[in-house]
């Protein structure tokens, strides 16, 4: 299976996750190259108060690693151009979410879950 990494467009958050993200947001979308479905997106979420990191893989239909840490080193540029800080919350569904992101580079910031991003 090949994928293909890009900028995500809008409805990509519709067709992975089956609703519209929260705001607006910038992102990396990975598709599949046979039919084009969307299996993973990750980024940033603008919210009124802050700005949220995210990110989602289909969990019947995942890329490969490679394919994962390309589109990772890309979620990080975004992060990096921001001028705010960025926090984000583990996924207690997802068993790779702590180390996802902690691998990119998110630290505690308070003891109730929530990670803040650590300028590299």
């Given at each position: 299976?090949?994928?293909?990494?890009?900028?995500?467009?809008?409805?990509d958050d519709i067709a992975l996750n089956g609703i519209r993200c929260g705001g607006t947001y910038r992102a990396?979308?990975?598709?599949?190259?046979?039919?084009?479905?969307?299996?993973?997106?990750?980024?940033?979420?603008?919210?009124?108060?802050?700005?949220?990191?995210?990110?989602?893989?289909?969990?019947?239909?995942?890329?490969?690693?490679?394919?994962?840490?390309?589109?990772?080193?890309?979620?990080?540029?975004?992060?990096?151009?921001?001028?705010?800080?960025?926090?984000?919350?583990?996924?207690?569904?997802?068993?790779?979410?702590?180390?996802?992101?902690?691998?990119?580079?998110?630290?505690?910031?308070?003891?109730?879950?929530v990670l803040i991003w650590q300028r590299q």
């Amino acid at each position: 299976m090949t994928y293909t990494v890009r900028n995500s467009r809008e409805g990509d958050d519709i067709a992975l996750n089956g609703i519209r993200c929260g705001g607006t947001y910038r992102a990396i979308t990975i598709e599949r190259d046979d039919n084009g479905a969307v299996v993973g997106m990750g980024g940033i979420v603008y919210g009124p108060e802050s700005i949220i990191a995210f990110s989602s893989l289909d969990r019947n239909d995942r890329p490969d690693k490679r394919t994962v840490v390309k589109a990772a080193r890309q979620v990080i540029k975004i992060i990096a151009d921001c001028n705010a800080p960025v926090y984000a919350t583990i996924d207690e569904h997802e068993p790779t979410a702590e180390k996802f992101l902690r691998t990119i580079g998110f630290v505690d910031y308070n003891d109730q879950g929530v990670l803040i991003w650590q300028r590299q």
